[in-house]
């Protein structure tokens, strides 16, 4: 099942704009990672933001987290057309054997026009 | 360094056949982690293994297996396959131990059409 769902689910904007994206889970979490993914390919680390960060930035890239209200949102500023890609939230969840696991988001499709 | 290498890249196989998909991860890393992506979805866990060791199964069929080898490269078997089983399959390596889910870097994956 999917932990978190994004919104929204397709963002069409101009090349030099700002691109937001938003993201809801439902249980507690230690760290909240942003994905970003090619069509079809790999997925591609951004951002790691833990449980007791508000917000954090990273080049082009600022996210926030607010666990009272379990949301995040990962903002692109100033996006390229090259940004084009569809962005995923993640949370982090322990497994019985020890381990863990990341639950993904639905994510957002995010197009950037020229 | 080279990435996490998966393969093969892309297959085709028949409803009730077996499909074995391989991971190299980074070297270095020993967590290697498995992800099932269906079109238009996120990727959804399938497998955890941290030195050799299965650290935790997601909510897939017995039909799913998976093994992680001295070399910390692993294999993911999938028996049986069933049209649903169609999906990008991707690999994920970490430093991290068992302990903490830091950054995952993916492979491409492998695409597996089920007909």
């Known amino acids: 099942s999917q932990q978190g769902e994004e919104d929204p689910q397709a963002l069409s904007i101009q090349e030099g704009e700002n691109a937001t994206m938003n993201c809801s889970y439902k249980?507690?979490?230690?760290?909240l990672q942003w994905y970003r993914q090619n069509s079809g390919r790999g997925l591609v680390h951004l951002i790691l933001?833990?449980?007791?960060?508000r917000e954090k930035h990273s080049g082009r890239l600022r996210v926030t987290l607010d666990t009272s209200k379990k949301s995040s949102s990962l903002l692109i500023t100033a996006s390229r057309a090259a940004d084009t890609a569809s962005y995923f939230c993640?949370?982090?969840?322990?497994?019985?054997?020890?381990?863990?696991?990341?639950?993904f988001g639905t994510g957002t499709q995010l197009k950037v026009e020229l | 360094d080279a990435g996490v290498t998966q393969s093969p890249t892309h297959l085709i196989k028949t409803r009730g056949q077996q499909v074995t998909l391989r991971c190299s991860p980074i070297?270095?890393?020993?967590?290697v982690s498995w992800y099932q992506q269906v079109l238009g979805q996120g990727p959804q866990f399938i497998f955890q293994?941290?030195?050799?060791?299965?650290?935790g199964r997601g909510n897939f069929p017995d039909r799913f297996s998976a093994r992680q080898f001295p070399n910390y490269s692993s294999e993911l078997n999938v028996n049986a396959l069933l049209l649903g089983d169609s999906a990008l399959y991707l690999c994920?390596?970490?430093?991290?131990?068992?302990?903490?889910?830091?950054?995952?870097?993916f492979g491409e994956g492998s695409r597996l059409t089920v007909l």
């Open positions: 993640a949370t982090d969840a322990r497994l019985t054997g020890g381990g863990n696991k990341l639950t």
């Open positions: 994920a390596s970490s430093r991290q131990g068992a302990k903490n889910t830091g950054e995952l870097f």
């Open positions: 249980t507690s979490i230690n760290n």
């Open positions: 293994y941290y030195e050799k060791e299965e650290r």
């Open positions: 933001i833990r449980s007791n960060e």
């Open positions: 070297s270095g890393h020993k967590s």
